[in-house]
């Protein structure tokens, strides 16, 4: 059974910065894309940003030169770094975990992560 638990939401003033952790057990990190996606009130869930195995990377839109997806291994980690903060950015972050190992996609929507972690709140005052 995977486990993902995210830490590092809070409040914080547009234009500041917070980063997002995701810490990942029970199978081999490595081999597995991992997702951010957000949810705001009365919203569908939202994709953010992805990291395949490999490195290769893919951002929402309107998050480029904002946010930065990262990942550490040996720590069986993925980051989220958010910078520039909008109030728009206000929402539960959730990571995931792809279900197939090695995968060359990159995926940018819901479907295909079957692991998902409980959501860390991340607010964004004007």
């Known amino acids: 059974q995977v486990q993902l638990v995210e830490s590092g939401g809070g409040l914080v003033q547009a234009g500041g910065s917070l980063r997002l952790s995701c810490a990942a057990s029970?199978?081999?990190?490595?081999?597995?894309?991992m997702g951010w996606f957000r949810q705001a009130p009365g919203k569908e869930r939202e994709f953010v940003a992805a990291?395949?195995?490999?490195?290769?990377?893919t951002y929402l839109d309107s998050v480029k030169g904002r946010f930065t997806i990262s990942r550490d291994n040996a720590k069986n980690t993925v980051y989220l770094q958010m910078n520039s903060l909008k109030p728009e950015d206000t929402a539960v972050y959730y990571c995931?975990?792809?279900?197939?190992?090695?995968?060359?996609?990159?995926?940018?929507?819901?479907?295909?992560?079957?692991?998902w972690g409980q959501g860390t709140q991340v607010t964004v005052s004007s």
């Open positions: 029970g199978r081999i990190f490595s081999n597995y894309g």
């Open positions: 995931a975990a792809d279900g197939v190992p090695e995968n060359v996609i990159v995926r940018h929507t819901p479907r295909g992560y079957v692991f």
């Open positions: 990291i395949g195995w490999t490195g290769d990377k």
